[in-house]
């Protein structure tokens, strides 16, 4: 789902204002108590609508199997005020009550674990289609509010229906955008029976939808990665297809790049496509997304869905981030590889969202809240920055891999954020725990200070850190910086995870002009300052200061101490080891062999001269 126009400058759309107008910001939209007593692995589903009435007839038939010993009920999402016809096994009415917009069924006998049932149910309502105009002719869809309200269906995140046939009966003329693949449109007694059917496991969340209008189907097709054609579909407004086909050019191209970093397209027996409807947002219908509006970004977001969110699903709530944050990466990736000169400004703007406000965590607290499930800030954009950190500290092979690894293992199911966590840790060797503390479930964002000074050949930094949340108290995060004169002349990861920690970084003869911090926006952060120090160092004697040898292996030694009480040794890699001076003999055990900053420093912690060394083997 896309909740915002992307186009920069504008302002945020709010897709959740208009879809969920009229109800209630607090439905908890898994309410089914009984979901997971049973699996459904087939609907037949037949429903008449016509485009012009906000009105569905429908019927559906259940094929499940009993997770449990005894069950003697079905329990179905239906909102209360709807009405229902009949509820049947073959010519026998079951028994029902409804409450708590649940319609639980009495199924009159009881069923083994593993024992299949089958039963239908007949329905008719008014006014639960989401209805539009497009020049001057309705459009009509099935995804009006999250609670779906088209067809009484088990809703949960842990099963999803294996198999759907739909037969959708409209006025001639109508044509239908639906799952799967279109086997065909039928014409009896004056009206267009168009049969859709889907092959895929599909969550019953909102994903298995319906648009109707006067479409005009555009076809165009894509070269998979196995050697094959997948079929794209174009449902458009027959006064749009001109105005839209620069923009849908680009759909090839972007799904080309998502197979070749995340494994094969899910769906490539049937088709991808988008349906044009008249909404604020967009909705990544399985196979087929419904577009409000089209551009880059969206088209990218609504098809990166297919494999984050459509093929695996977030298994709860509280994950949706891997759904919507994962969706608005992979945009931002097709981006970055086909469209480079937006890169930055995406991840700029990414940033400013998120640092607009102090805190909020990517991990959704209230999943009885749709406003804070679906929270562009934190759910999108923090979700995204997630994305982009993980991927800079674990690294683009070891990230795509994990990626590939984690839609593979949960291929047509559900995942949540510990499966992800635990494919990325598999493939770096890295442990995340403190990563996810700290980004996921925690708060907020940081803010660097970087002072630095040259010394000779060397850059010295110390690098400190402020948070906007208490819920974090360090973000630990490599950190890369450039060191600048006329060009990069020097650039390095330090490894940051303590305060006022000190790095330096050779430099050679450059006389350094410039420290950059984060020129690639790989970290969240935000007021970032970078200060040019110049510390009085005390002449004294120190001027006349020798260290020798130089290159050294086990030992130096200091021709004069005067007042240097202790030495900090600092790598080019930013680590820092502090030693005492004994008797003008400073030991040099433990010590990695390279180039080190010598920061002199006296009883009081003032520095008092600075010096470089080679340490050898
Ligand atoms: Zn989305």
């Known amino acids: 789902m896309n909740l915002r126009n992307y186009l920069p400058g504008l302002l945020v759309i709010n897709f959740l204002s208009i879809t969920f107008n009229g109800l209630s910001q607090t439905t908890p939209i898994t309410r089914n108590f009984a979901a997971a007593e049973t699996d459904v692995y087939y609907q037949d589903m037949h429903v008449e609508i016509d485009p012009a009435i906000n009105k569905v007839a429908g019927e559906i038939t259940y094929y499940f199997t009993s997770r449990i010993d005894q069950l ?15 509820i049947r096994r073959g010519n026998t009415d079951l028994s029902y009550s409804r409450s708590d917009d649940l319609i639980t069924i009495d199924l009159g006998k009881s069923l083994m674990i593993d024992e299949h049932d089958t039963l239908n149910i007949s329905y008719e309502s008014e006014g639960t289609l989401r209805q539009e105009l497009h020049a001057g002719t309705p459009v009509i869809s099935t995804d009006k509010d999250l609670d779906i309200l088209w067809y009484p269906g088990k809703r949960d995140l842990a099963d999803k229906v294996d198999s759907v046939d739909l037969y959708v009966t409209t006025p001639p003329g109508q044509y239908v955008a639906g799952n799967g693949t279109l086997k065909g449109i039928e014409e009896i007694g004056g009206k267009w029976i168009h049969h859709w059917q889907h092959r895929h496991p599909i969550a019953t969340t909102y994903l298995l939808e319906l648009a109707i209008t006067n479409y005009t189907i555009v076809q165009d097709s894509v070269l998979l990665k196995d050697g094959t054609m997948l079929p794209l579909y174009y449902y458009l407004y027959p006064e749009s297809v001109t105005a839209l086909s620069t923009e849908l050019a680009a759909t090839p191209d972007i799904l080309q790049f998502f197979e070749n970093h995340f494994g094969p397209y899910p769906f490539a027996d049937e088709k991808y496509g988008y349906a044009q409807y008249t909404a604020g947002g ?12 089209f551009n880059f970004e969206v088209i990218a977001h609504e098809m990166a869905h297919q494999w984050f969110g459509n093929n695996v699903t977030f298994g709860s709530w509280s994950d949706i981030w891997l759904s919507e944050g994962m969706a608005e990466y992979l945009a931002g990736l097709a981006t970055e590889a086909l469209r480079p000169s937006a890169w930055n400004t995406v991840k700029t703007s990414k940033i400013n969202s998120i640092t607009s406000q102090p805190g909020g965590s990517v991990h959704v607290n209230d999943t009885t809240d749709l406003g804070v499930i679906f929270n562009g800030r934190l759910t999108y954009d923090k979700g995204f920055y997630l994305a982009h950190m993980l991927r800079w500290e674990v690294g683009d092979s070891a990230f795509f891999l994990a990626c590939r690894n984690s839609l593979q293992d949960h291929d047509a199911s559900f995942a949540r954020t510990r499966d992800f966590q635990d494919h990325l840790e598999a493939v770096s060797g ?38 906007s949340d208490p819920s974090v108290s360090y973000f630990e995060m490599p950190v890369p910086i450039a060191a600048y004169r006329f060009g990069v002349v020097a650039d390095t990861v330090f490894q940051h995870t303590y305060e006022h920690q000190r ?9 350094i002009s410039q420290i950059l911090f984060d020129q690639d926006k790989w970290i969240l952060s935000k007021g970032n300052k970078i200060i040019k120090v110049i510390t009085a160092i005390p002449s004294l004697d120190m001027d006349s200061l020798v260290i020798y040898p130089n290159p050294a292996s086990h030992f130096i030694e200091l021709s004069n101490v005067g007042s240097i009480d202790e030495i900090d040794f600092i790598h080019a890699s930013g680590i820092c080891i502090s030693r005492v001076v004994t008797d003008k003999h400073v030991s040099l055990e433990g010590l990695l062999p390279g180039q080190y900053t010598l920061v002199m420093r006296d009883r009081n912690n003032a520095i008092v001269s600075r010096h470089s060394l080679i340490v050898q083997q």
């Open 282 to 293: 967009a909705l990544e219908v399985q196979t087929i997304p419904f577009m409000g509006f």
């Open 503 to 511: 790095f330096a970084m050779y430099v050679g003869t450059n006389t």
């Open 72 to 86: 003697n009920r079905f329990v179905v999402d239906y909102a209360d005020n709807l009405p229902i016809l009949f």
């Open 430 to 467: 890295i442990t995340l725990d403190e990563f996810f503390d700290d980004w996921f479930y925690g708060e907020g964002y940081p803010s660097y200070t970087i002072n630095w000074e040259q010394q000779q050949d060397s850059v010295i930094l110390w690098i400190d850190q402020v948070q």
